[in-house]
């Protein structure tokens, strides 16, 4: 079956820092990969997405490569603020019903 | 937000009773998902809507029972609640792409439950 592994948290940076979350996923065929974020106390938005190897999502500074060879997703920031601070989820989309698989989710703090 | 709204916003409820969690939409996508949120485990799917009156289960559907009966509404029921199931619950909606399996989810503000 299908499965992403997200890097463990809690991860606490400075503001400016760079930003490396871990994904690394299992999937039967050519599943499309996201990175969602979740604000305290509300749902998931979508932060980018990649359909297919060799793309990259990028978004709000955030970006993230679909590496089909090393079946990763690495989000990275070159220089975070202390608005990023959120939890950020890695999720695989494949199947007729475009169901998502999920990572346990990475809590990121950002201090000044 | 994708015109999503779901209600109520916080649920406590006691152990055995029905518990019915809505979810409703205004831009007639036509997928629709419950996920439930717990700590260490991410989202998991608990059943999915491809269309009105067709549902499927998705990993955690063991308890819950859901139903479709207007584009715009999805229902998420608990027969019989039970502490297991204190969770916080996401509804998710989506179009259905032109491209295969590269739809994107828009997901709800989330309700918060909790079975005592």
């Known amino acids: 079956g299908n499965s992403v592994t997200q890097m463990e948290g809690p991860v606490t940076l400075s503001e400016e820092a760079f930003l490396t979350i871990n994904c690394t996923y299992t999937?039967?065929?050519?599943?499309?990969l996201f990175w969602y974020v979740q604000y305290p106390g509300e749902g998931l938005q979508l932060l980018l997405k990649?359909?297919?190897?060799?793309d990259k999502g990028s978004n709000k500074g955030f970006e993230a490569t679909y590496r089909k060879e090393t079946t990763s997703f690495h989000l990275e920031k070159g220089s975070v603020q202390v608005s990023d601070s959120a939890v950020y989820f890695c999720a695989l989309s494949s199947g007729s019903a475009r169901q998502l698989t999920f990572g346990s989710g990475t809590q990121l703090t950002v201090l000044p | 937000d994708a015109g999503i709204t779901q209600s109520p916003r916080h649920k406590v409820t006691e152990t055995g009773t029905p518990v019915t969690l809505r979810c409703h939409q205004t831009e007639n996508h036509r997928y629709m998902y419950w996920y439930r949120q717990d700590p260490g485990h991410g989202l998991r799917l608990i059943h999915y809507?491809?269309?009105?009156?067709?549902?499927d289960k998705g990993e955690v559907s063991d308890g819950y029972s859901v139903s479709r009966s207007k584009t715009e509404d999805f229902l998420l029921t608990l027969e019989s609640a039970t502490s297991s199931q204190t969770s916080v619950y996401f509804c998710a909606v989506a179009s259905g792409g032109a491209e295969f399996g590269t739809d994107t989810q828009y997901f709800g503000p989330g309700t918060r439950l909790t079975v005592l």
């Open positions: 809507s491809y269309g009105v009156k067709d549902t």
């Open positions: 999937a039967t065929g050519y599943p499309s």
């Open positions: 990649a359909t297919k190897a060799d």
